[in-house]
């Protein structure tokens, strides 16, 4: 299964600076290992030390937040598309 991942501008230096590339899984938890190998440093910015989803980073398959469809669990269809959204803060 290959899907599309949307890359949020502060993680693009681990891209070259592209805002949307593939990888490959049928799990969100594989297309996260098939990005890392291809972008080296990139998992480690949307999982903690721990291997679990960042407290501060969402994650959607389609227009599903995966922390209500099974995590790094979620199924991922051939052809999704994925986004990584840093949670933003402010006042």
């Given at each position: ?7 949020p501008?502060?993680?693009r230096?681990?891209?070259g600076?592209?805002g949307?590339?593939t990888?490959?899984?049928s799990?969100?938890?594989e ?14 910015r949307?999982l ?11 994650v959607?398959?389609g227009?599903?937040d ?15 598309k994925?986004?990584?959204i840093?949670?933003?803060a402010?006042?």
């Amino acid at each position: 299964m290959s899907a599309s991942v949307r890359i949020p501008t502060i993680l693009r230096n681990y891209t070259g600076g592209v805002g949307e590339v593939t990888a490959d899984g049928s799990t969100l938890g594989e297309v996260l290992e098939s990005l890392e190998a291809n972008h080296p440093g990139i998992r480690s910015r949307v999982l903690d030390d721990a291997g679990a989803l960042r407290r501060f980073v969402n994650v959607y398959v389609g227009d599903e937040d995966v922390r209500f469809v099974g995590g790094l669990e979620a199924p991922v269809s051939d052809g999704a598309k994925i986004s990584i959204i840093p949670a933003v803060a402010g006042g």
